[in-house]
Structure formats: structure tokens, C-alpha cells
């Protein structure tokens, strides 16, 4: 699996992105999807998860302001990102899990929240 992530850049305090991951594969609809994330001097942490089911969870940091969603048919995962803090500024990967435990990791996008 082949994963590229994109929808980066800056914003301002307050302000929205979308992030894009793009799946290689014809059993993406199998694999659990999710973001990353990770800033300078801090370990990788867990943003939110998209289960083959469609079932969610976030880390509580961004619940209320970030939705993931996927579209099998283009193979595709998105993050919204809404109400952004500075403190969400670090590097975003996208990730795949199968069944059998195999992870796959995408390149990250830079997130940069300032004024």
C-alpha cells in the first residue's frame, strides 16, 4: 500500500484545512485508516482513526474540531481540520492498518497554525 498525503500549508489561528491521503490498492476499503500527527520534540500521537466500518475515534485534543472520513470508491481519506490552535502545528502522516497488523505509512504534510 502506497500512501500520499496532502492539503498542508499555513493558516491562521481560528482557520480550517483539509487534509487528502491517497490509497494505492483495490482493498482499501479493508484497511483502517488514520492520522498522526507530530511536532518538533514530541512523540508521534494518534489524531483519529477511520475504521473499515466507517466507526471514529479522536484524540480528545481535537474532538469537536476535526472529522475524518473516507471514500472507498476513490480511495481516498480526508481530515477536516476546523478552529485550528497553534498547538496543532507539527507534521500530519496518514497511516493504514490491515487486519493481519501490517502498517503502512504515508510522507506527512506540514500543518503550520500562526498569525
Known amino acids: 500500500v502506497q500512501l500520499q498525503a496532502s492539503g498542508g500549508g499555513l493558516v491562521q489561528p481560528g482557520g480550517s484545512l483539509r487534509l487528502s491521503c491517497a490509497a494505492s490498492?483495490?482493498?482499501?476499503?479493508?484497511?483502517?485508516m488514520a492520522w498522526y500527527r507530530q511536532a518538533p520534540g514530541k512523540q508521534r500521537e494518534l489524531v483519529a482513526l477511520?475504521?473499515?466500518?466507517?466507526?471514529?475515534n479522536y484524540a480528545d485534543s481535537v474532538k469537536g474540531r476535526f472529522t475524518i472520513s473516507r471514500d472507498n470508491a476513490k480511495n481516498l481519506v480526508y481530515l477536516q481540520m476546523n478552529s485550528l490552535k497553534p498547538e496543532d502545528t507539527a507534521v500530519y502522516l496518514c497511516?493504514?492498518?490491515?487486519?493481519?497488523?501490517?502498517?503502512?505509512w504515508g510522507q506527512g504534510t506540514q500543518v503550520t497554525v500562526s498569525s
Open positions: 497511516s493504514a492498518a490491515s487486519s493481519a497488523g501490517a502498517r503502512y
Open positions: 490498492g483495490s482493498i482499501f476499503r479493508f484497511y483502517s
Open positions: 477511520i475504521t473499515s466500518g466507517g466507526s471514529t
